[in-house]
């Protein structure tokens, strides 16, 4: 069964900083697109970073600029560096592996991030 484990997140300040971590065990890691989503309550997840197997990376346009993803494949592990954060961020943020535009496993127990003053 893989494993997806999202860590990193906690109560900042508008303005700073997280790094995000999702260690997983997908099968074939270095071959697989993988993303960061997020959800708030009452609202559907949404996919805000992608990465492919070649490093190609992607973004939602109200994280350019401000978000990077990134992975290490020895790890099997997909990052997410977010700066300048504002209280829109606040949200549940989990990780998957995209294929066709969709999710395919289960998802982890995700990481919530607070952005508050």
């Known amino acids: 069964q893989v494993q997806i484990v999202e860590s990193g997140g906690g109560s900042v300040q508008p303005g700073g900083s997280l790094k995000l971590s999702c260690r997983t065990s997908i099968p074939a890691f270095s071959a697989a697109a993988m993303g960061w989503y997020r959800q708030i309550p009452g609202k559907r997840r949404e996919l805000v970073a992608d990465?492919?197997?070649?490093?190609?990376?992607n973004y939602a346009p109200d994280v350019q600029g401000r978000f990077s993803i990134s992975r290490d494949n020895g790890q099997s592990t997909v990052y997410l560096e977010m700066s300048d954060l504002n209280p829109e961020d606040t949200a549940a943020y989990y990780c998957?592996?995209?294929?066709?535009?969709?999710?395919?496993?289960?998802w982890g127990q995700g990481t919530q991030v607070i952005v508050s003053s």
């Open positions: 990465i492919t197997s070649g490093g190609l990376t």
């Open positions: 998957n592996r995209i294929l066709g535009g969709l999710a395919v496993f289960p």
